[in-house]
């Protein structure tokens, strides 16, 4: 403890304080906090002004948040965090899918369907016909599976993002698999889009030169009993942001030709116009 708080004792002074902390990791965690913090402070030396601007900042991301806008996920998931943390939280043999962040539009229910139900309520895109088989790592079929998707339409929007424009539960679906552990929908195929710019967290993107765009995918969540769930996504191979995902979160196992078909016989079978779009995703699941 001191009575004279300086520049050269600060980061010691603050430290000190939580000598006593009862929640070893509550300890742990403030005093990184602290530490890289005035690092931070003493690394780039903000003016006065500076300082208050960020703290308006963080004010401003806060107001932006309601039930329909996580901004705070936003700015965790541009700053690569929330891409770290589900790295570091899901490391799995290199035979299981990889997981990826879950973003902000995972915010209603999905409503369940039989598989080969048409997810796209809209009426409007690129037919597109998703086929998938949820296994094991050794490649066992799982079968009572439930795989869980959602994804924007073909300008880029959920439809928490149109209301009253897009139906409600548009381009959402919960499959459930087959005794081979097999499940398929029709949808539409998936455009890029931008995060939200009228928020904070976009104009601060804009404002680092970045552009503010994720690549053309589609979200799931496949589950199974007795099994780690996996939260990831498939990402559009040939994407002009593939490279350059705004939120960091494309992993190169996740990246799918979406194959362009022209065959009336099978656009009959899959009940979609032809030509039309397809792609098949394995979900490789870790037992508990």
Same mark, same amino acid.
Request: aromatic share 8%.
């Given at each position: 403890?001191?009575?004279?708080f300086t !520049? !050269?004792?600060?980061t010691?002074?603050?430290?000190?304080?939580?000598?006593?902390?009862?929640?070893?990791?509550?300890?742990?965690?403030?005093e990184?906090?602290?530490?890289?913090?005035h690092?931070?402070?003493?690394?780039?030396?903000p003016?006065?002004?500076?300082?208050?601007?960020?703290?308006?900042f963080?004010?401003?991301?806060?107001?932006?948040?309601?039930?329909?806008?996580?901004?705070?996920?936003?700015?965790?998931?541009?700053?690569?965090?929330?891409?770290?943390?589900?790295?570091?939280?899901?490391?799995?043999?290199?035979?299981?899918?990889?997981?990826?962040?879950?973003g902000?539009?995972?915010?209603?229910?999905?409503?369940?369907?039989p598989?080969?139900?048409n997810?796209?309520r809209?009426?409007?895109?690129?037919p597109?016909?998703?086929?998938?088989?949820?296994?094991?790592?050794?490649?066992?079929?799982?079968?009572?599976?439930?795989?869980?998707?959602w994804?924007?339409?073909?300008?880029?929007?959920?439809?928490v993002?149109?209301?009253?424009?897009?139906?409600?539960?548009?381009?959402?679906?919960?499959?459930?698999?087959?005794?081979?552990?097999?499940?398929?929908?029709?949808?539409?195929?998936?455009?890029?889009?931008?995060?939200?710019?009228?928020?904070?967290v976009?104009k601060?993107?804009?404002?680092?030169?970045?552009?503010?765009?994720?690549?053309?995918?589609?979200?799931?969540?496949?589950?199974?009993?007795?099994?780690?769930?996996?939260?990831?996504?498939?990402?559009?191979?040939?994407?002009?942001y593939?490279?350059?995902?705004?939120?960091?979160?494309?992993k190169?196992?996740?990246?799918r030709?979406?194959?362009?078909?022209?065959?009336?016989?099978?656009?009959?079978?899959?009940g979609?116009?032809?030509?039309f779009?397809?792609?098949?995703?394995?979900?490789?699941?870790?037992?508990?």
């Open positions: 403890m001191t009575r004279n !520049e !050269e004792n600060a010691a002074e603050v430290l000190s304080r939580y000598a006593d902390c009862p929640d070893p990791r509550l300890k742990e965690v403030s990184a906090i602290v530490r890289h913090l690092a931070l402070i003493r690394e780039v030396e003016t006065t002004a500076e300082w208050m601007q960020a703290l308006e963080l004010t401003e991301v806060g107001q932006k948040c309601d039930d329909v806008r996580q901004e705070f996920i936003l700015l965790s998931d541009v700053f690569g965090v929330s891409t770290l943390v589900d790295a570091i939280n899901n490391r799995k043999p290199a035979e299981a899918t990889e997981s990826t962040v879950l902000p539009f995972h915010m209603v229910e999905s409503p369940a369907y598989n080969g139900e997810v796209a809209h009426g409007s895109g690129a597109l016909v998703v086929t998938g088989t949820v296994t094991d790592l050794d490649g066992k079929p799982l079968r009572q599976a439930k795989v869980d998707i994804q924007a339409n073909e300008d880029g929007f959920y439809d993002q149109k209301p009253g424009e897009l139906p409600d539960l548009n381009l959402r679906g919960l499959f459930t698999t087959e005794e081979d552990g097999s499940f398929w929908f029709r949808s539409v195929l998936p455009s890029y889009y931008p995060i939200p710019t009228d928020g904070p976009g601060m993107v804009l404002a680092s030169g970045r552009h503010p765009n994720r690549p053309a995918h589609i979200h799931f969540i496949g589950m199974a009993e007795g099994h780690e769930p996996i939260t990831s996504h498939l990402f559009v191979e040939n994407d002009p593939i490279e350059s995902d705004v939120v960091f979160g494309v190169e196992s996740l990246v030709e979406f194959d362009l078909v022209d065959d009336p016989v099978r656009a009959a079978e899959y979609v116009a032809n030509p779009y397809h792609v098949h995703n394995t979900i490789s699941l870790v037992k508990n």
